[in-house]
C-alpha cells in the first residue's frame, strides 16, 4: 500500500496542504482554477467519476483514474476512503503523475504534459513584473532626511470614579 511512490506523493501533497480531496473540494478547486491534475480511485462511483471528469474538463486539467480502490487511496492520505481528489501544487502534481507513468506506460501522455507545464511554470519564477509608474507617480515625493510621520492618536479618556 505505503510502498507505491504515487500514492506516497499523494500522502505528501496532503501533508503540504495541496491535495483537495471529496466531490465538494475537488469541485471548488477546479472552479477557482487551483487543481493541477485531478484523479479518481478505480472504485469511485460512475457519478463520481464522471462529475470529477467535467470538473477537470472545466478547469482545462487531466483526469486520471488510478489503479487503487478508495480505501486504499484514502489510507495513503490520511483518511477512511477517498473517491476523487485534486492535487493543487503543480510540482506534486507532475511527480505523482510520473511516478504513475513509470508504472504504467498509459499515463506517459499525461506525465509530458505536467512535466512541460512545470517546466513553463518554474522558468517565470522570482520573475517580477514591471511596476506601473502611475502607482510611483500617485504618491508625492519624499524629502531627505525626513522620517516618515506617525498617525495621530487620540488620548485616552480617563475615568472619573
Do not use: H, W
Request: aromatic share 4%; with cysteine.
Amino acid at each position: 500500500m505505503m510502498n507505491d511512490p504515487v500514492l506516497r506523493m499523494l500522502g505528501l501533497a496532503r501533508r503540504a496542504g495541496k491535495l483537495a480531496f471529496g466531490d465538494e473540494l475537488v469541485r471548488e478547486a477546479c472552479m477557482e482554477k487551483k487543481a493541477r491534475c485531478v484523479m479518481a480511485a478505480s472504485d469511485a462511483g460512475e457519478s463520481t467519476a464522471k462529475k470529477a471528469a467535467f470538473y477537470a474538463e472545466r478547469a482545462n486539467v487531466p483526469f486520471l483514474v488510478l489503479p487503487v480502490d478508495k480505501q486504499t487511496l484514502g489510507a495513503a492520505i490520511g483518511k477512511g476512503g477517498c473517491a476523487v481528489c485534486a492535487v493543487t501544487d503543480i510540482g506534486l502534481a507532475s511527480a505523482a503523475v510520473q511516478r504513475l507513468a513509470a508504472q504504467d506506460s498509459g499515463y506517459a501522455d499525461v506525465s509530458a504534459q505536467l512535466a512541460e507545464k512545470n517546466a513553463r511554470i518554474q522558468s517565470r519564477r522570482g520573475k517580477k513584473k514591471p511596476r506601473a509608474s502611475q502607482s510611483q507617480a500617485a504618491q508625492p515625493p519624499r524629502r531627505a532626511g525626513s522620517a516618515p510621520r506617525k498617525a495621530n492618536k487620540s488620548p485616552r479618556a480617563k475615568r472619573v470614579f
